[in-house]
């Protein structure tokens, strides 16, 4: 969907070329418009074509009630603290790295497609060594460099997490003041103001990423797939449908 909504943004923000003639003596062309043909598209002109498409798509909903948003407000900021992406997406990064370097030849042979049997020096097994003590003895200074590496992805994420995390916040918050009223909204606020509820909020963000989630989200493929014959025999019975719509109905004559 978000590669859909770029393209049709740039499409809407950049001037159609296609097809169109060169310039002759009979037709100049201008200074200035000479001077833009074949010039980059501007990213923030391709950004407002994106958020005309955004607004389509996703319009604000009506604003809502003072009480309700104050109330929603104190919410999103228990059930999303300040750091909440930066943490999440720091502590995810960090785990799947520390995995990776955790795995050795032998594992990514394993996870690797089946092909021709090789020959020569390339017939020895995989080696069973981690990857990480491979490059530790490669290079004396991995350990250093890769603490350096995690410091530095955890501080251009916490940057990253400044910019948006307001606007995910307040997002939020208008959400849950429509959705909510002022009695479930208090019932709530009761709940995350208790230990177990602070703790609820806090995790909450994080969970989507915790390996049991994902791992669920991956292992649902294969039932999803093999589900792809019915939904194809489904969509040719629905186009047989809409076609039978769309003709005129003859007893009416």
């Known amino acids: 969907?978000?590669?859909?909504?770029?393209?049709?943004?740039?499409?809407?923000?950049?001037?159609?070329?296609?097809?169109?003639?060169?310039?002759?003596?009979?037709?100049?062309?201008?200074?200035?418009?000479?001077?833009?043909?074949?010039?980059?598209?501007?990213?923030?002109?391709?950004?407002?074509?994106?958020?005309?498409?955004?607004?389509?798509?996703?319009?604000?909903?009506?604003?809502?009630?003072?009480?309700?948003?104050?109330?929603?407000?104190?919410?999103?900021?228990?059930?999303?603290?300040?750091?909440?992406?930066?943490?999440?997406?720091?502590?995810?990064?960090?785990?799947?790295?520390?995995?990776?370097?955790?795995?050795?030849?032998?594992?990514?042979?394993?996870?690797?497609?089946?092909?021709?049997?090789?020959?020569?020096?390339?017939?020895?097994?995989?080696?069973?060594?981690?990857?990480?003590?491979?490059?530790?003895?490669?290079?004396?200074?991995?350990?250093?460099k890769k603490a350096a590496l995690k410091a530095f992805v955890g501080t251009m994420l916490v940057k990253v997490g400044d910019i948006a995390e307001p606007r995910f916040r307040e997002g939020m918050a208008r959400s849950l003041a429509r959705k909510f009223d002022a009695a479930q909204l208090a019932e709530v606020r009761a709940f995350l103001a208790t230990p177990t509820g602070a703790a609820y909020g806090r995790e909450l963000v994080g969970l989507w990423f915790q390996p049991d989630v994902i791992r669920a989200t991956f292992e649902a493929m294969p039932d999803m797939m093999k589900l792809a014959p019915d939904l194809m025999k489904n969509g040719a019975a629905f186009e047989a449908q809409m076609k039978g719509i769309a003709k005129p109905d003859a007893t009416k004559n």
Do not use: N
Request: proline share 11%.
């Open 1 to 144: 969907m978000s590669a859909l909504l770029i393209a049709l943004a740039t499409a809407a923000a950049t001037p159609a070329t296609a097809g169109a003639r060169p310039a002759t003596a009979s037709a100049p062309t201008t200074a200035p418009a000479a001077a833009t043909q074949g010039a980059k598209a501007d990213p923030m002109q391709a950004f407002a074509g994106m958020m005309k498409v955004i607004d389509k798509f996703f319009p604000a909903g009506p604003e809502p009630e003072p009480a309700r948003l104050a109330a929603a407000r104190e919410m999103s900021l228990t059930i999303f603290p300040r750091g909440t992406y930066g943490q999440a997406m720091a502590k995810f990064a960090d785990s799947t790295a520390e995995r990776v370097l955790d795995m050795s030849e032998a594992d990514f042979a394993a996870m690797a497609p089946q092909g021709k049997p090789a020959k020569g020096k390339a017939a020895r097994p995989p080696s069973s060594e981690p990857l990480r003590l491979k490059l530790s003895r490669d290079d004396p200074m991995f350990d250093a």
